[in-house]
């Protein structure tokens, strides 16, 4: 795993999809606690390794004399420490978005519970507009989705082009059959990653958008109810993905839950996942 750069993304996105599930579940099971633990940083980190695994596949493929420059290990620790920084940092502002304003006996469980308000930052128009109106839905939305369609529209386009073409000239040995199967196996994994987040994180563009032009009301809030089980629809899928299209996921995870793996996939369970 340690020795394909791409797994180093996929690590992260994992990880990010771990803390929002984590997330997810003290807000929905222990409040008090789920009061004070945000998720964001985790859904924007998500979004931009997303992001990133899709560029770096599409210099791989489309540029694969200047990726052996460009895609040098310290360079992609470099790009992905960028993502993880440009992460808090951009979500640094929400910290201070809410306040515990009261507590609010709760018959239903017997106990206290904080009662969040809004603080002036977050009512402010001026701070609205700039963040929410502007700068989340470019960062958050625009950027990423046009980059993905783009990108994974391109590597796929090629591919088929380059298979077309060996398939054409006849220059298809045992080695190169191998190699063109497990280039097109990660490939179809990584845009079935893509198409799950798209999927996911159409309805949470739309519900920002609607809270841009103020349009709250009945339909916004339940559009808000979906948008959150997408998220977490999201983060759980990645793994379903993993153990469909990744032979060496599976060995891998055979061996790590059970201590044994199959014979014929023994030689696979130190490999690199994908």
């Known amino acids: 795993m340690r020795t394909s750069s791409i797994n180093w993304y996929l690590t992260i996105i994992s990880l990010s999809d771990t803390i929002i599930l984590i997330s997810a579940f003290f807000v929905l099971t222990l409040p008090r606690l789920g009061e004070f633990m945000e998720l964001w940083n985790a859904v924007s980190l998500s979004v931009w390794m997303t992001t990133g695994v899709s560029l770096h596949r599409y210099a791989g493929v489309c540029f694969p004399f200047e990726s052996i420059s460009l895609l040098r290990p310290k360079k992609v620790r470099i790009f992905i420490g960028s993502i993880l920084v440009f992460s808090i940092v951009f979500n640094s502002s929400r910290f201070f978005e809410v306040i515990v304003a009261n507590n609010c006996y709760r018959t239903n469980i017997k106990h206290n519970i904080p009662v969040l308000m809004p ?42 082009k380059s298979n077309r073409l060996h398939h054409t000239q006849g220059t298809n040995p045992m080695s190169f059959k191998k190699s063109e199967s497990k280039e097109r196996q990660t490939t179809i994994m990584l845009v079935a990653i893509v198409i799950v987040f798209l999927a996911c ?17 009945p339909l916004y809030n339940t559009l808000v109810w979906f948008n959150n089980l997408l998220v977490l629809v999201n983060a759980s899928c990645n793994f379903l993905i993993y153990l469909i299209f990744s032979d060496k996921y599976r060995a891998l995870l055979l061996y790590f839950v059970s201590g044994k793996c199959l014979v014929h996939e023994r030689t696979l369970v130190l490999a690199e996942i994908v």
Not at 130 to 141: L, Q, R
Not at 203 to 209: E, G, M, Q, S
């Open 119 to 160: 603080t002036l930052l977050r009512v402010n128009e001026a701070y609205r507009t700039i963040f929410f109106g502007w700068a989340y839905t470019i960062a958050m939305f625009i950027i990423p989705f046009t980059v993905l369609i783009f990108v994974n529209t391109t590597v796929v386009s090629v591919i088929r």
């Open 201 to 217: 994180n159409v309805l949470a563009f739309v519900v920002n958008i609607m809270e841009n032009l103020n349009f709250i009301g």
